[in-house]
């Protein structure tokens, strides 16, 4: 079979491992794991703002991102989701965790680092019309040098958590569970519009990313791309909030949606154009499969004798 033959959201249903149940198992776990970490790092609470609990219900009109202490309250307890549920996924041995990157063998870093490239093109292009017809305030910066070193670390992780989380395991289970990859794109859109504290416009402007990062992940066959829109997309806005010219709010206007769903549409068109010229998208960095599934029928005879 070809490396394209492989459609990323059912990719679970190629191991012989397979089990509809592990994936609840999974997920058990990476949640267990996920608010033991959580409580841990409410105790690092910024003191002049909320712990992630109350900042859910408080929206994020008073996130913190320009201290060390807001970066690890708002930002950090979203990135340790990652780490949450590789491990879930390692003691479950449901499947390895390079099938939630790709559906090519594992993360490809020249993808991911030419659709960050691409975003900070589009993402630039709009910041400076932004700066020309005067939306942007006056520069204040607000950042501590650690916060400012925090946030660049931490960010890009807080960004591809979500995607491992959303665009890897719940679009990948329920697409194994169904087979239908739009019912299971459109199952993701909806959880990650609810997970979202933002007034209409700004759950139908999150609704419209999860949609086109969901598309990316689906056409793309992995999560690289999908990623380097997020993480563009979030960097651009924690460092324009954390130097003053923009802000982080819940309340999103219509001409701000707009103008999300405009970057969104060329981005995904742009890479598209590049999925089709570009031989990255079809090489297959390693037969992970084949690999599991005989590491796995190994330990199942050794346990035998």
Not at 131 to 158: K, R
Not at 222 to 243: D, K, P, Q, W
Request: overall charge positive.
């Amino acid at each position: 079979m070809h490396s394209n033959d492989y459609n990323y959201i059912t990719y679970p249903r190629n191991f012989a491992s397979y089990k509809w149940a592990k994936p609840i198992l999974v997920f058990i776990l990476f949640l267990i794991i996920y608010l033991v970490g959580g409580a841990i790092l409410v105790m690092f609470m910024d003191r002049t703002g909320a712990s992630p609990v109350e900042s859910l219900g408080l929206g994020y009109d008073s996130m913190n991102v320009s201290s060390v202490s807001g970066v690890l309250t708002n930002l950090g307890s979203v990135a340790w989701m990652l780490p949450s549920l590789a491990l879930a996924v390692f003691i479950v041995k449901e499947r390895p965790f390079s099938s939630y990157s790709s559906a090519r063998g594992g993360w490809n870093f020249k993808i991911f680092f030419l659709s960050m490239l691409v975003a900070v093109i589009i993402f630039a292009v709009h910041t400076v019309i932004r700066f020309l017809t005067g939306n942007l305030y006056p520069f204040d910066n607000q950042f501590t040098l650690a916060g400012f070193i925090v946030l660049t670390l931490i960010g890009p992780i807080q960004c591809v958590a979500e995607e491992y989380v959303f665009r890897g395991f719940m679009l990948q289970t329920i697409g194994s569970w169904t087979r239908l990859p739009v019912f299971a794109v459109i199952i993701q859109v909806a959880v990650f519009m609810a997970l979202h504290p933002y007034n209409l416009a700004g759950r139908i402007s999150v609704g419209f990313s999860a949609l086109i990062f969901a598309l990316c992940a689906w056409f793309g066959r992995g999560l690289e791309i999908s990623s380097g829109l997020h993480v563009v997309n979030n960097m651009f806005a924690f460092y324009m909030t954390g130097f003053g010219i923009d802000r982080i709010k819940s309340a999103v206007t219509t001409t701000e949606l707009a103008s999300t769903m405009i970057i969104d549409i060329i981005f995904l068109v742009v890479m598209l154009i590049i999925i089709r010229k570009c031989r990255w998208f079809g090489e297959r960095k390693k037969d992970d499969i084949t690999a599991f599934d005989t590491k796995m029928a190994a330990r199942a005879e050794a346990k035998m004798r």
